[in-house]
């Protein structure tokens, strides 16, 4: 009889575990973690989430009580669902079996439909909503179109001891009085077509009218600002409470692993000293003085405008300066002044970039070898991912889902991500693309599982310029949402209407005193001309003339097969002068090399080089060229790349940036409405010196002032407009590349081969970048990375010589 056998919450390895249970795999011991976990945030991080989300009325008693009594309701409510038949066949091993509806959706409708349990839990008042919307979406798979399967009816174990038990638990954690006692189960069919005691359809009919009805209630944006604090800690506590059971087995505690992981754990201002002191040894100019990273190497100067920047107590402040300013050293100034304001034990630092490219290098440029915990896609984690994968299906599969590898293939996407996001609430120091934060506001799943630790950060956004609409609107709803986090924003220029929406929804940012312009002597200093391209043969002379002269030359072209193709004229009509190619092709590996190699290159005096390269020289070599050739492209774009001209000038010496056209049928990835803007504003500025303050200025005298769509943009962030939906979203707009692992390094790894699955470690170097193609969809996984077959991508680069162009289709 089924009241004989335990309920479980987890499928688990039957030949470890031949006659009971593991307690991980057990509803009861499942249920009581994600509770101990959920009074865990509560006790030690709820009110540093309460303080930054603005919800400081909360942070007294009797609210915050109630606060930390419906976010741990919220905990025990989640997985009452997996007591019904369906699902215990799933993890019991049928493989065969499906889900009528998905386990936090029966918990829903069971705790919203009867009455027995509505009046149990009436003393929560109006809070019961609140855990209640967060239990039902802390898989982030509820929404409107949520429907029922059309499979055989299902029973739910109310009568079951198991059951019994939770509910006298939660009766006791919850100060509530005795639950009622069920003396039947309940039967949930699809529709009237078969016996039972529920109709799935029309019950969730009901619900999602009761639901839309109330989200009247939620009209106050600190209202909802609550229930997304519920939700996040609530996926965050299911999150722990299932690694760390499944990791430990047995013995552990909740409360001892988010202690250790977020509130002991943080950066001091003496790492940050460090870290600085460190950063300035290396980028030195070559002296005899002996190396000491206890002081700054001599001679070493912060700029006025490092100064302001560090010095701003705003918690919102945006610096504004070109290429080569110092903005980087600036930001991390400013974090060390945070730390030493807020005196925290557990302060952290997230310096979140718009790509992988500028991620990584900024990483290996201040963090790698700081000294400091740090991290890319760190992860400490030691965890079977395989294993996880083959026995966590069903926390992942949609109830649309019928391919059981598809399935586990989610499920091993899901604790991997799991996996990395709890690794960094034990990272104090975060180098990460924006999306890592922002993702938040889309309900990314990586970003909700590092909610905890993000809360407890400050948080630079470097590059703004290059967020999309979608991510900015991010950016915006996240500066609303949570206005006492302290925030850095950084770009070379921004838009009007950009920086009048900042201001809109921030009202404590003041555009007079929190906006720190770069250094004047930089930003006015003649750096550039600007010409309209001649004829193909009149840029090569130009390319002729200027390495004759031992110069460096800079080519960049929209496209990956554009720049190869220029590479190999270059190679063709330049032999004996360095030549190399640098864009998204290739494996990190292969591009951190290659990165490295062109910088050498491009500093050393009297020597021609020419570099050809794609969009990712905008913003992540830090190299000086003396003549710039580029395809036309935005106008911010544009700015981006003559910042690698010139880029160390000392003196008023303007240098050539030359403008390509390209084809009016063929301006991916660019819009030609954008093309447009640019050749006016080329036409603008061409045949006079300039500086980089005439490119930006020159820019929003041409742009047509628009009111950014602020409700648009909330209406794209499900975390605080979903209200009773969860359902994750997306942060940018769409791309155009994928990736992926190719096939022959798979091969060769030795994880593979001896664990079954290649470490972060070595997914992160061999990991490339390829146009996406809908074939793509169709190949095998490996983590949470596409394989290339090698009939279908080829990659090209000789490991000895270091020469190639990287990947690309057959």
């Excluded at 919203?112 to 019961?128: C, T, V």
């Excluded at 994928?738 to 081969?753: F, G, M, P, R, Y």
Aim: charged letters at 25%.
């Amino acid at each position: 009889m089924m009241n004989d056998k335990p309920l479980l919450a987890k499928s688990y390895n039957r030949n470890d575990y031949p006659d009971f249970p593991p307690d991980y795999a057990l509803l009861m011991q499942h249920s009581r973690d994600v509770a101990e976990a959920c009074r865990a945030f509560s006790k030690r991080e709820g009110r540093q989430a309460l303080l930054v989300a603005d919800l400081g009325q909360h942070l007294e008693e009797p609210l915050f009580a109630c606060f930390s009594r419906t976010l741990t309701a919220n905990g025990w409510i989640q997985d009452i669902g997996k007591a019904n038949s369906h699902f215990q066949a799933m993890v019991s091993g049928k493989s065969d079996a499906f889900q009528l509806l998905r386990h936090e959706t029966i918990s829903g409708l069971l705790f919203w439909q009867d009455e027995r349990l509505r009046q149990w839990l009436k003393p929560l008042g109006d809070d019961f909503l609140l855990a209640l919307w967060g239990a039902i979406g802390h898989h982030r798979k509820f929404e409107k179109s949520t429907q029922p399967r059309q499979v055989a009816a299902l029973r739910l174990h109310l009568t079951h001891r198991d059951v019994a038990t939770i509910f006298n638990e939660m009766s006791a954690d919850l100060r509530l009085d005795p639950p009622p006692a069920f003396s039947a189960d309940i039967a949930i069919a699809v529709d009237r077509h078969e016996v039972c005691d529920w109709q799935a359809k029309s019950c969730l009919e009901d619900l999602l009218v009761d639901f839309i009805e109330l989200e009247s209630e939620f009209e106050d944006e600190k209202k909802r600002r609550l229930l997304a604090l519920i939700k996040a800690f609530g996926i965050a506590a299911d999150v722990a409470a299932s690694a760390v059971a499944r990791r430990e087995k047995q013995n552990y505690s909740l409360t001892k692993f988010i202690d250790e992981g977020l509130h002991e754990i943080g950066i001091s201002s003496a790492e940050f000293t460090a870290l600085i002191h460190k950063w300035a040894w290396d980028n030195a100019n070559k002296n005899n003085a002996p190396r000491d990273e206890s002081v700054l190497p001599p001679g070493f100067v912060y700029r006025n405008f490092q100064d302001d920047v560090a010095a701003s107590d705003s918690l919102l402040t945006l610096a504004r300066a070109g290429c080569g300013s110092g903005k980087s050293l600036s930001a991390y100034r400013w974090a060390q002044a945070w730390c030493e304001r807020v005196k925290r034990q557990n302060f952290r630092l997230f310096f979140c970039l718009p790509t992988t490219g500028t991620t990584t290098e900024h990483f290996k440029d201040y963090a790698l070898e700081s000294g400091i915990e740090s991290s890319l896609t760190h992860s400490r984690a030691e965890v079977d991912l395989l294993a996880m994968a083959q026995t966590a299906a069903q926390e992942e599969a949609a109830e649309s889902e019928n391919d059981t590898a598809k399935a586990a293939q989610a499920a091993l996407n899901a604790e991997r991500e799991k996996i990395e996001a709890l690794a960094l609430w034990s990272t104090p120091l975060v180098v990460t693309t924006a999306d890592t934060v922002l993702g938040l506001m889309a309900n990314a799943r990586r970003s909700i599982y590092s909610f905890p630790a993000i809360i407890n950060s400050a948080i630079v956004f470097d590059e703004i310029h290059a967020f999309d609409e979608r991510m900015f609107g991010h950016l915006l709803v996240f500066l609303k949402n949570f206005p006492k986090l302290p925030v850095l924003l950084m770009t070379a220029s921004l838009p009007e209407e950009r920086l009048k929406a900042i201001a809109a929804i921030r009202p404590d940012f003041n555009l007079d005193s929190d906006v720190i312009e770069g250094p004047a002597e930089l930003e006015t200093r003649k750096r550039y001309t600007i010409e309209e391209a001649g004829t193909q043969e009149e840029i090569w002379e130009r390319v002729r003339d200027c390495v004759a002269h031992k110069g460096k030359v800079l080519w960049v072209r929209n496209r990956v097969e554009w720049a190869n193709d220029i590479y190999f004229e270059c190679r063709a009509k330049f032999k004996g002068i360095y030549s190399n190619v640098y864009h998204s092709r290739f494996r990190y590996l292969d591009r951190s090399h290659r990165h490295r190699e062109v910088i050498d290159r491009f500093k050393l005096p009297n020597q021609a080089a020419i570099l050809v390269a794609t969009q990712v020289a905008e913003m992540s070599l830090n190299l000086s060229a003396d003549l710039l050739i580029t395809d036309i492209a935005p106008i911010a774009s544009l700015i981006q790349r003559m910042g690698r001209l010139n880029r160390f000038a000392e003196k008023d010496d303007p240098k050539p940036a030359i403008i390509c056209p390209v084809s009016e049928n063929d301006t991916k990835p660019y819009e030609e409405d954008d093309l447009a803007l640019t050749k006016r504003w080329v036409e603008r500025l061409k045949g006079r010196a300039l500086n980089q303050r005439d490119l930006s200025q020159a820019f929003f005298d041409l742009r047509t002032q628009q009111v950014f769509d602020y409700a648009e943009a909330e209406r794209h962030a499900p975390f605080f407009s979903g209200l009773w939906e969860t359902r994750p979203g997306q942060t940018r707009e769409d791309g155009y590349t994928v990736s992926v692992i190719l096939a022959n390094d798979l091969k060769e790894c030795q994880d593979w081969s001896r664990k079954g699955e290649p470490s972060s470690r070595w997914l992160r170097a061999h990991e490339v970048a390829i146009p996406f193609k809908p074939s793509v969809l169709q190949w095998q996984r490996c983590a949470n990375l596409r394989v290339a077959p090698s009939n279908e991508i080829e990659y090209l680069f000789e490991k000895d010589t270091k020469e190639g162009v990287g990947a690309r289709w057959k």
